[in-house]
């Protein structure tokens, strides 16, 4: 599709698994030759961060073909790649009574503050299974966008607690986190919260951080391109894009 000349972009229709079993058949010179757009999410996120890497394009994480029909998600995508402003404010959606009393949508700083640097990350699964690879994310000074969806607590702590003992995200500038859907269910009552884990991986981080952004595998899912350098404020949950994503 990167080589086929009448092909402008690539929605991916779903995610799902699989991406990171062809990382080593893809062929990036091509890519690199024929820039364009690469949407999706989940376990599209070993391609997006696997062909920034490797080719310095900036790819997109956000709403695949399966989920594009959210009006909040439509507005954003379109913001970002059909009229592309030199400067872009994302806000969260408006929570509805409903989902503003769900655990996994509340809204939370976890370190005040705000940083500027490289958007990088996606679905906390894919970014862990790429660790020790030759795609592996380097996190120094960036801000990193995480969510997952129906992990419990427990392997949310453990994924957290492998990227803190990497080699490079300890040198993060900043913790962006999305929605993580069906991740607050501990098998025990007495277990950890999602929200315990989290507070307890990334608040001695001491950088700006936040949890319950309008982004994963949520309708409401704001589209964010990975490469391009951005401001995250932690207290009022916005991410302000400083260049444009496309040309």
């Not at 799902?16 to 058949?25: A, E, F, K, S």
Request: charged content about 20%; overall charge negative; aromatic content about 8%.
């Amino acid at each position: 599709m990167f080589a086929n000349p009448n092909i402008d972009g690539i929605l991916c229709a779903r995610g799902g698994y699989g991406c990171t079993r062809i990382m080593h058949l893809i062929d990036f010179k091509i890519i690199k030759e024929n820039p364009k757009v690469l949407l999706g999410f989940s376990d599209i996120t070993a391609l997006a961060n696997g062909i920034y890497k490797e080719t310095g394009l900036i790819t997109f994480h956000g709403p695949v073909g399966s989920t594009l029909n959210d009006e909040y998600s439509i507005e954003q995508l379109k913001k970002i790649l059909v009229n592309p402003q030199e400067k872009l404010l994302i806000e969260n959606v408006l929570l509805s009574d409903t989902l503003a009393k769900d655990s996994e949508f509340e809204r939370y700083t976890i370190h005040s503050g705000k940083a500027t640097g490289k958007l990088v990350g996606g679905s906390l699964t894919l970014i862990t299974a790429m660790m020790g690879t030759a795609y592996e994310i380097d996190f120094t000074d960036a801000i990193v966008f995480l969510e997952d969806v129906e992990e419990a607590p427990y392997r949310m702590d453990r994924m957290l607690t492998q990227l803190l003992e990497g080699s490079t995200f300890k040198n993060a500038a900043a913790v962006m986190f999305g929605v993580s859907k069906g991740c607050d269910k501990p098998s025990k009552p007495d277990n950890f919260t999602l929200k315990e884990v989290i507070l307890d991986r990334l608040k001695p981080m001491n950088i700006p951080a936040a949890y319950g952004m309008s982004f994963g595998h949520v309708d409401q899912n704001f589209t964010i391109p990975i490469g391009i350098t951005a401001t995250f404020d932690a207290d009022n949950m916005t991410l302000e894009l400083l260049e444009t994503a496309v040309q």
